[in-house]
């Protein structure tokens, strides 16, 4: 049942043979009859048998049984007539606003100035649009050209320049949309017969804004716990780099951790410690335990372990010679048809210079 756009109730049940259908068009008659009586309008509700009977000047309205309760919810008939008397009060209330000429001109008073104040915003919006075209972009872009690395230039200030104003131009109409939004309720929100659709409107960008709000409120802890991970482990990285090198000082008698492996250890000891990092942070980042999330780290998991084996081949190769001192820096060696000096040695590739300086 509806009227004036407001939901009274619902009715899910029959009553005496009649349909919910049949309920509501008679519940429809009897309300508007009793608008167009006038009087008073007191709404109030009486226990019966058969249900909680709606009464208007002690005119039946309609009936809320026990078939009418929704199930899902954990309520009553007399919670259902409740909350029906009270958008029974509403409707009466602004059926009365809609029939009084005063209160209908000042709606459109009302709706006047804010119509100017909307159009007063929109030019604002552009004319603020229009100084930062000319202001904050040229200014950006004098300093972008003269970002360099090596004498080249990091950023090319035409497509910065050009990035920037569409990003403005997006911006604005983002303003002017939700300005128009918020205009539209305002204006709906002033006359009774569309005072329910205004207040949708409203309730409905305010349940948006609070979604986005309590997912950003709710990603800050596990964010914070992330971080404290990321930031732990880069401090043990750096205190285990420190005393790897006091080690090889010292002269350490392990026979894997030498001024040749003590590099090669470093790394593995750090995409150790960062992995690790990575597998304790990653339940707290947001969107962790979405199936996107997880199935996005399926892929990827798959690709690398798909593409990355003659890698992973190649990195073992490398170790095992690092390790097992097969070959050192400064040494003289012949590998297949090339011979030469030990120059540099890494996971994946070994470097030595032939006679030829090649």
């Known amino acids: 049942l509806v009227m004036f756009n407001r939901p009274v109730v619902v009715f899910r049940s029959s009553l005496l043979g009649a349909s919910p259908k049949a309920r509501v068009d008679r519940a429809r008659f009897s309300i508007n009859e009793a608008l167009n009586q006038g009087g008073k309008l007191a709404v109030s509700v009486k226990n019966n048998p058969e249900g909680q009977l709606l009464m208007i000047d002690e005119r039946l309205a309609f009936v809320v049984t026990a078939g009418d309760v929704d199930p899902l919810r954990q309520e009553d008939a007399k919670a259902v007539a409740a909350k029906a008397l009270r958008s029974l009060q509403q409707i009466i209330a602004e059926t009365r606003e809609a029939r009084d000429l005063h209160s209908l001109l000042l709606a459109l ?12 915003l929109l030019w604002v919006v552009a004319r603020v649009r229009l ?38 131009i997006a911006l604005r109409w983002l303003l002017v949309l939700l300005l128009t939004y918020e205009w539209l309720s305002f204006v709906l929100s002033f006359f009774p017969y569309t005072r329910a659709w205004g207040e949708r409107l409203n309730e409905y960008l305010l349940n948006v804004v609070g979604v986005i709000l309590h997912s950003i409120v709710g990603a800050i802890p596990g964010l914070g716990v992330a971080l404290a991970i990321f930031m732990l482990a880069r401090v043990f990285i750096g205190f285990l780099g420190r005393f790897f090198e006091r080690m090889v000082r010292a002269g350490t008698s392990i026979s894997w951790l030498s001024r040749e492996t003590m590099p090669t250890t470093r790394r593995l000891f750090s995409i150790g410690i960062w992995l690790f990092a990575v597998a304790m942070a990653y339940p707290y980042l947001p969107g962790a335990e979405t199936d996107a999330f997880k199935g996005l780290s399926v892929l990827l998991g798959v690709m690398v372990s798909l593409g990355a084996s003659s890698i992973v081949g190649q990195g073992a190769a490398g170790l095992i010679l690092t390790y097992t001192s097969t070959i050192r820096q400064g040494e003289y060696v012949r590998i297949g048809e090339h011979e030469g000096t030990v120059v540099k040695m890494g996971m994946f590739t070994t470097t030595i210079r032939t006679g030829l300086g090649e």
Not at 109 to 120: D, E, N, P, Q, R
Not at 147 to 153: A, D, R, S, V
């Open 109 to 120: 008073g009302y709706s006047a100035i804010a119509t100017v104040v909307f159009s007063l």
């Open 131 to 168: 100084w930062l075209d000319k202001v904050l972009v040229s200014r950006l872009s004098d300093r972008v050209n003269n970002l360099k690395i090596g004498g080249t230039q990091i950023v090319e200030g035409q497509h910065f320049v050009s990035f920037l104003q569409r990003l403005l």
